[in-house]
């Protein structure tokens, strides 16, 4: 039911792991795909992401995932990416050059700036990467975050941040130096910065939530 994209970067062992164990109890097939096809055989599409964002874009494209891809998504068939997977869905990224992404939410991402003070050390500056536990702000309701009570910690591990043009697509934010979206949502293409396999029962709820819709949204095939 559920694929989960190889594109030959990125925690793609952690994240089948994480899906697995969530999918196990419900009865939800997940599959490893390494090779573009008409993805619209399953029901719903995970894009995980480690790394660069522009040798992760050159690979997805490079291997011929960009179109089947975006054509599954126009169908209506849910999308989750996962940290540089939700990078991707954005318009350009800066890291390392400029690079082109998906364009499925508007936006840029950007580096966080080395110079923003850090609250908790008077005169120090906050590190980057951003490394560890940080909160989910809530500010829209939403499937994908049943049960996640606002200021629920998640782990994250991130130099740059997505930069959203529409509040609306933003269903949460955390505080690292700026406020910035950490949770992002545009139709039926969901995007999640912070590493679910790493945010014990926050992130396998994330995951169980997402699962839990694909059943429920309809595909035109």
Request: charged share 15%.
């Amino acid at each position: 039911m559920i694929a989960i994209l190889d594109y030959g970067v990125g925690n793609l062992r952690s994240v089948f792991k994480a899906f697995e164990a969530v999918a196990g109890p419900m009865g939800i097939p997940v599959d490893i795909v390494d090779r573009p096809a008409d993805l619209t055989r399953w029901r719903a599409i995970v894009l995980p992401g480690q790394g660069a964002f522009g040798d992760s874009i050159n690979n997805l494209r490079r291997q011929g995932f960009e179109r089947p891809l975006l054509d599954a998504v126009a169908t209506g068939l849910p999308l989750l990416g996962i940290c540089v997977g939700m990078q991707m869905l954005f318009d350009s990224s800066n890291e390392m050059g400029e690079h082109e992404g998906l364009h499925l939410i508007g936006g840029a991402v950007r580096r966080f700036s080395s110079q923003m003070p850090d609250p908790t050390h008077a005169g120090r500056s906050l590190r980057v990467p951003q490394i560890g536990w940080n909160q989910l702000h809530v500010h829209h309701a939403d499937p994908l975050l049943t049960g996640i009570p606002g200021g629920a910690y998640a782990y994250f591990a991130h130099s740059y941040y997505c930069d959203a043009v529409e509040p609306t697509t933003v269903l949460a934010t955390t505080d690292y130096g700026i406020d910035y979206p950490s949770i992002v949502r545009y139709r039926n293409a969901w995007g999640i910065q912070p590493h679910p396999e790493k945010s014990h029962t926050v992130g396998l709820r994330i995951l169980a939530n997402f699962m839990q819709m694909v059943a429920q949204v309809k595909v035109v095939r």
